[in-house]
Nanobody, 122 residues
Framework: QVQLVESGGGLVQPGGSLRLSCAFAGRNFSSYAMGWFRQGPGKERECISVINWTGDNTWYTQSVKGRFTISRDNAKKTVYLQMNTLKPEDTAVYFC???????????????WGQGTQVTVSS
């Protein structure tokens, strides 16, 4: 059984930074592609970043390119999302998820965390 637990969310001022972590419990972490999704107030869930099994292939949605960095440590079974230059529009609940394909489609993800709130406000 796979469990994902996000951490690192919180309140930050515009222009600030946060690093989210997603701890994976279960087997075969290194066989999953990992994605970060977010859902803002009144918005649909969107995929913002994906990383492949080995960490050498990544994808970002346009709105976070150049500001967010996804990475993974297979030895620690953890995926990270470094978020810099945060904007109020980044306010959302952030979820990590695991899939057996490299995809931005939420419906293809097999396992989901419970989410962590990120609020960007002065």
């Amino acid at each position: 059984q796979v469990q994902l637990v996000e951490s690192g969310g919180g309140l930050v001022q515009p222009g600030g930074s946060l690093r989210l972590s997603c701890a994976f419990a279960g087997r075969n972490f290194s066989s999953y592609a990992m994605g970060w999704f977010r859902q803002g107030p009144g918005k649909e869930r969107e995929c913002i970043s994906v990383i492949n099994w080995t960490g050498d292939n990544t994808w970002y949605t346009q709105s976070v390119k150049g500001r967010f960095t996804i990475s993974r440590d297979n030895a620690k079974k953890t995926v990270y999302l470094q978020m810099n230059t945060l904007k109020p529009e980044d306010t959302a609940v952030y979820f990590c998820a695991a899939a057996d394909v490299f995809t931005v489609l939420g419906r293809s993800y097999l396992h989901w965390g419970q989410g962590t709130q990120v609020t960007v406000s002065s």
